[in-house]
Protein backbone atom coordinates (compact mmCIF):
# COMPACT_ATOMS: atom_id res chain seq x y z
CA UNK A 1 0.00 0.00 0.00
CA UNK A 2 1.44 3.33 -0.58
CA UNK A 3 1.68 5.58 2.25
CA UNK A 4 1.70 8.96 -0.02
CA UNK A 5 -1.98 8.56 -1.06
CA UNK A 6 -4.36 11.77 -1.22
CA UNK A 7 -6.75 12.81 0.27
CA UNK A 8 -9.44 11.60 -2.19
CA UNK A 9 -8.40 8.05 -1.96
CA UNK A 10 -8.24 7.82 2.06
CA UNK A 11 -11.98 8.88 1.53
CA UNK A 12 -13.23 6.30 -1.19
CA UNK A 13 -11.36 4.08 0.94
CA UNK A 14 -13.34 4.86 4.17
CA UNK A 15 -16.37 5.61 1.82
CA UNK A 16 -15.69 1.71 0.85
CA UNK A 17 -15.20 -0.22 4.33
CA UNK A 18 -18.14 1.81 5.61
CA UNK A 19 -20.35 0.23 3.09
CA UNK A 20 -18.85 -3.18 3.95
CA UNK A 21 -19.64 -2.51 7.28
CA UNK A 22 -22.99 -1.77 6.71
CA UNK A 23 -23.78 -4.66 4.46
CA UNK A 24 -21.99 -7.09 6.89
CA UNK A 25 -24.57 -5.83 9.82
CA UNK A 26 -26.67 -6.37 7.91
CA UNK A 27 -26.92 -9.69 7.61
CA UNK A 28 -27.84 -10.78 11.20
CA UNK A 29 -31.42 -9.57 10.49
CA UNK A 30 -32.03 -10.67 7.12
CA UNK A 31 -35.61 -11.36 6.53
CA UNK A 32 -37.99 -9.31 5.06
CA UNK A 33 -39.98 -8.52 8.04
CA UNK A 34 -36.81 -7.42 10.15
CA UNK A 35 -35.66 -4.64 7.27
CA UNK A 36 -39.06 -2.96 7.55
CA UNK A 37 -38.98 0.78 8.56
CA UNK A 38 -39.53 1.43 11.68
CA UNK A 39 -42.17 4.43 12.78
CA UNK A 40 -42.52 6.52 15.70
CA UNK A 41 -45.18 8.28 17.01
CA UNK A 42 -47.43 7.45 13.68
CA UNK A 43 -51.18 8.25 14.42
CA UNK A 44 -53.36 5.07 14.73
CA UNK A 45 -57.06 4.59 16.13
CA UNK A 46 -57.55 2.23 18.92
CA UNK A 47 -58.53 -0.64 16.89
CA UNK A 48 -55.12 -0.86 15.15
CA UNK A 49 -53.90 -1.16 18.52
CA UNK A 50 -56.21 -4.03 19.79
CA UNK A 51 -54.67 -6.24 16.31
CA UNK A 52 -51.14 -5.50 16.77
CA UNK A 53 -48.84 -8.08 17.63
CA UNK A 54 -45.03 -8.00 19.18
CA UNK A 55 -42.50 -8.33 16.61
CA UNK A 56 -40.56 -11.37 17.49
CA UNK A 57 -37.24 -10.49 16.67
CA UNK A 58 -37.05 -6.48 18.41
CA UNK A 59 -37.80 -4.87 21.67
CA UNK A 60 -40.74 -2.81 21.93
CA UNK A 61 -41.44 -3.12 17.99
CA UNK A 62 -44.85 -3.96 17.05
CA UNK A 63 -46.62 -4.62 14.07
CA UNK A 64 -50.42 -3.43 12.76
CA UNK A 65 -52.02 -3.68 9.44
CA UNK A 66 -53.71 -0.66 7.40
CA UNK A 67 -57.29 -1.21 6.04
CA UNK A 68 -55.68 -3.18 2.90
CA UNK A 69 -53.45 -5.52 5.53
CA UNK A 70 -50.12 -4.05 4.70
CA UNK A 71 -48.20 -4.35 7.81
CA UNK A 72 -47.25 -1.41 9.85
CA UNK A 73 -43.89 -1.68 11.91
CA UNK A 74 -44.00 0.94 14.83
CA UNK A 75 -42.79 2.00 18.31
CA UNK A 76 -45.15 4.34 19.51
CA UNK A 77 -48.21 6.01 18.41
CA UNK A 78 -50.23 8.48 19.28
CA UNK A 79 -54.14 7.91 20.03
CA UNK A 80 -57.45 10.81 20.27
CA UNK A 81 -60.21 9.23 21.89
CA UNK A 82 -62.85 10.00 24.89
CA UNK A 83 -62.18 8.64 28.56
CA UNK A 84 -65.58 6.37 29.25
CA UNK A 85 -64.89 4.99 32.62
CA UNK A 86 -61.56 4.34 35.33
CA UNK A 87 -59.59 1.10 36.17
CA UNK A 88 -58.16 0.12 39.22
CA UNK A 89 -55.43 3.03 40.20
CA UNK A 90 -52.25 2.87 42.47
CA UNK A 91 -49.34 4.35 43.42
CA UNK A 92 -47.80 4.51 40.14
CA UNK A 93 -49.97 4.85 37.21
CA UNK A 94 -53.81 6.04 36.93
CA UNK A 95 -55.80 3.82 34.49
CA UNK A 96 -58.63 5.01 32.51
CA UNK A 97 -60.69 3.21 29.86
CA UNK A 98 -60.82 5.01 26.46
CA UNK A 99 -63.23 4.63 23.19
CA UNK A 100 -62.56 6.26 19.82
CA UNK A 101 -65.34 5.08 18.09
CA UNK A 102 -63.17 1.60 16.80
CA UNK A 103 -62.86 0.36 20.34
CA UNK A 104 -62.04 0.56 23.67
CA UNK A 105 -58.63 -0.34 25.62
CA UNK A 106 -57.81 0.41 29.20
CA UNK A 107 -54.65 3.19 29.32
CA UNK A 108 -52.33 3.49 32.04
CA UNK A 109 -50.74 7.27 32.66
CA UNK A 110 -47.84 7.33 35.13
CA UNK A 111 -48.11 10.09 37.72
CA UNK A 112 -44.20 10.96 37.53
CA UNK A 113 -44.64 12.71 41.31
CA UNK A 114 -41.24 13.39 41.09
CA UNK A 115 -41.33 15.40 37.70
CA UNK A 116 -44.50 16.67 40.11
CA UNK A 117 -42.49 17.80 42.38
CA UNK A 118 -39.40 19.70 40.67
CA UNK A 119 -42.28 22.13 38.52
CA UNK A 120 -43.65 22.75 41.94
CA UNK A 121 -40.72 24.12 43.28
CA UNK A 122 -40.16 25.74 40.34
CA UNK A 123 -43.22 27.57 40.53
CA UNK A 124 -43.09 28.62 44.06
CA UNK A 125 -39.60 29.90 42.99
CA UNK A 126 -40.83 31.80 40.06
CA UNK A 127 -43.91 33.08 42.05
CA UNK A 128 -42.15 34.87 44.28
CA UNK A 129 -39.50 36.32 41.81
CA UNK A 130 -43.43 37.66 40.48
CA UNK A 131 -43.30 40.37 43.00
CA UNK A 132 -40.59 42.39 41.74
CA UNK A 133 -41.40 45.02 39.41
CA UNK A 134 -38.10 43.83 37.32
CA UNK A 135 -38.79 40.21 36.95
CA UNK A 136 -42.56 40.57 36.89
CA UNK A 137 -43.16 40.17 33.04
CA UNK A 138 -40.68 37.22 32.34
CA UNK A 139 -42.27 35.61 36.36
CA UNK A 140 -45.65 35.73 34.70
CA UNK A 141 -44.83 33.84 30.95
CA UNK A 142 -42.40 31.27 33.05
CA UNK A 143 -45.69 30.68 35.48
CA UNK A 144 -47.96 30.22 32.18
CA UNK A 145 -45.52 27.65 30.96
CA UNK A 146 -44.94 25.81 34.43
CA UNK A 147 -49.28 25.63 34.36
CA UNK A 148 -49.59 24.06 31.37
CA UNK A 149 -46.22 21.52 31.72
CA UNK A 150 -48.21 20.24 35.05
CA UNK A 151 -51.50 19.72 32.99
CA UNK A 152 -49.69 17.37 30.99
CA UNK A 153 -47.82 15.34 33.72
CA UNK A 154 -50.26 15.03 36.61
CA UNK A 155 -53.25 12.42 35.10
CA UNK A 156 -55.43 13.51 38.48
CA UNK A 157 -57.26 15.96 36.57
CA UNK A 158 -58.49 13.70 34.02
CA UNK A 159 -62.74 13.15 34.25
CA UNK A 160 -65.09 10.92 32.63
CA UNK A 161 -66.13 12.16 29.57
CA UNK A 162 -62.82 14.09 28.54
CA UNK A 163 -61.09 13.55 24.94
CA UNK A 164 -57.27 13.01 25.19
CA UNK A 165 -54.39 12.81 22.59
CA UNK A 166 -52.25 9.62 24.27
CA UNK A 167 -48.53 9.30 22.89
CA UNK A 168 -47.19 5.55 23.83
CA UNK A 169 -47.12 2.32 23.16
CA UNK A 170 -49.35 -1.30 23.03
CA UNK A 171 -49.55 -3.16 26.31
CA UNK A 172 -50.09 -6.95 26.32
CA UNK A 173 -50.33 -8.68 29.76
CA UNK A 174 -52.24 -12.10 29.61
CA UNK A 175 -53.64 -11.84 25.90
CA UNK A 176 -55.67 -8.65 26.98
CA UNK A 177 -54.02 -5.72 24.81
CA UNK A 178 -54.16 -1.74 26.58
CA UNK A 179 -52.25 1.11 26.24
CA UNK A 180 -48.89 2.53 28.41
CA UNK A 181 -49.09 6.53 27.60
CA UNK A 182 -46.17 8.07 28.23
CA UNK A 183 -47.74 11.48 27.15
CA UNK A 184 -51.60 12.63 27.54
CA UNK A 185 -53.07 15.79 26.42
CA UNK A 186 -56.71 16.76 27.67
CA UNK A 187 -58.86 18.56 24.80
CA UNK A 188 -60.95 20.99 26.90
CA UNK A 189 -62.33 22.74 23.71
CA UNK A 190 -65.46 23.06 23.38
CA UNK A 191 -64.92 23.01 19.83
CA UNK A 192 -64.20 19.91 17.84
CA UNK A 193 -60.80 21.54 15.79
CA UNK A 194 -58.50 19.28 17.56
CA UNK A 195 -60.59 16.25 16.90
CA UNK A 196 -61.33 16.30 13.07
CA UNK A 197 -57.14 17.89 13.01
CA UNK A 198 -56.32 14.62 14.03
CA UNK A 199 -58.46 12.32 12.41
CA UNK A 200 -57.22 13.87 8.93
CA UNK A 201 -53.45 13.09 9.66
CA UNK A 202 -54.79 9.96 11.05
CA UNK A 203 -56.46 9.57 6.92
CA UNK A 204 -53.65 11.49 5.33
CA UNK A 205 -50.81 9.52 6.98
CA UNK A 206 -52.50 5.78 5.96
CA UNK A 207 -53.44 6.83 2.47
CA UNK A 208 -49.75 8.07 2.08
CA UNK A 209 -48.75 4.84 3.60
CA UNK A 210 -46.22 2.54 1.63
CA UNK A 211 -44.06 -0.28 2.50
Not at 61 to 64: G, M, P, Q, R
Not at 143 to 151: D, G, N, P, V, Y
Given at each position: ?24 Q????D ?5 A????D?P??L????R?T?D????H????H?N ?15 V?G ?6 YF?K ?15 KK ?8 C ?17 A??L ?9 CI ?6 R ?6 S??P ?8 M??FH ?11 E ?13 Y??
Open positions: MEINCGFDDVEDQLENFVIRRKQQGKSTSAESRKIYEILTMHILAESEREVFITNNGAPIHFRTCIVYGFAFGTHNDNYLIDDGTGSLEASIAPGNREVISLYNEVTSLGSSDAFKPSERIRILKSAMEDPSPIAGNSLFLGRNMFRGKVGDAFFIDSGRSRDMMGFADYLTDWHENSL
